[in-house]
């Protein structure tokens, strides 16, 4: 009998977590014959809620389930998990600055990154899905050096799945035949998503659609807003696409993606593509063996380029913004 798989979310009193706790739970990230152990973890505010989602779990009778544990403590809630799906934040409120926001979330991720070096497994998979996810990815990368840097991810495959989704909609073909988008740089509205080398039933994207003029402009802007048009409709971000996105994440990254096939993850940059060792950028991986690797060698047009630089300046911009407010914290502190 194969052992069990503990996965920890945090923040899972919300929204995400509602959509992401039963899915893990159905054999979605790992598969239907995988047994699973979900660690819950969010503040103590939410503890009632949490408590809520335990129940609803245990209700949920899921042959797979072997154990829900909640957590109002990260450390507790680190122990021995393998993967860990971050996904507790502070959200930005009317009336907040960005600075502000982007302090509380970086010193959230700051700590939790000790506790989950300590106690998790130690060759525990993170993916980082709170915003900004690419940021607190890479202070969490920078806070856990026992770690492995390759071990720490972000999400953009909600990203990379809107791109598929508008291409499937735009040639009225299946999803499933639709593939090798990118999602280039940061998990906002700055990435890059490029469809100049993905394909649908094999052929070029650019020859399918025809219509370089609907590629180049709205089709690009409609996944860049597609987080805030959904907020727009349903009054509430992402949720069950989010969650769907993890255990697409994780899955790949676990048991490889599938032959000719890339997919978009958020990984501590090597310099691949010219971008800046060390931020959490987007490119194109294959994952084998539980490991990812950049796709290399695509060749970039001069207008690529140019976007792949706007979303990459976005990002060192949002590092030098978080190391200033972690430095002014600690100040503050001694
Ligand atoms: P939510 O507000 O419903 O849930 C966040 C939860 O985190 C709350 O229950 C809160 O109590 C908890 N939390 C806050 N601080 C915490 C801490 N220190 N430790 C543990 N838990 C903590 O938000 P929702 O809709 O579930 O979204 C979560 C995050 O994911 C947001 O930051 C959102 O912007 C982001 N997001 C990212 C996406 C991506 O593609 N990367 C897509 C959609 C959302």
Redesign the pocket.
Known sequence: KRKAIRVMI??A?????YALAPQVATGAMFGSDQPIILHL???E??KN?LEGLRMELVDGAYPLLQGVFTFTD?AAASKDVDVAVM?????RKAGEERKDVMSKNVS?YKS?ASALAENASKDVKVVV???P?NTNALILAENAPSIPRENIT???R??HNRALGQISERTTTHVSAVKNVIIWGN?SSTQYPDVNHGSVVGKPIRSVVSDDAWLNGEFITTVQQR?AAIIKARG????LS?AN?VCNHVRDWVRGTPAGTWVSMGVVSDGSYGVQPGLVYSYPVVCSGGKWRVVQGLPIDDASKERMRTTEAELVEERDLALQCLAEKSGAAQ
């Not at 996904?87 to 959200?91: E, K, L």
């Open positions: 945090t923040g009193a919300g929204q995400i977590g973890l969010d503040v505010p939410a809620a990260v996904v507790g934040g502070y959200p959230i939790q899905v709170a915003n996810a972000c999400l953009t909600l990203d998990h987080g509430l971000s992402s949720a989010a996105a």
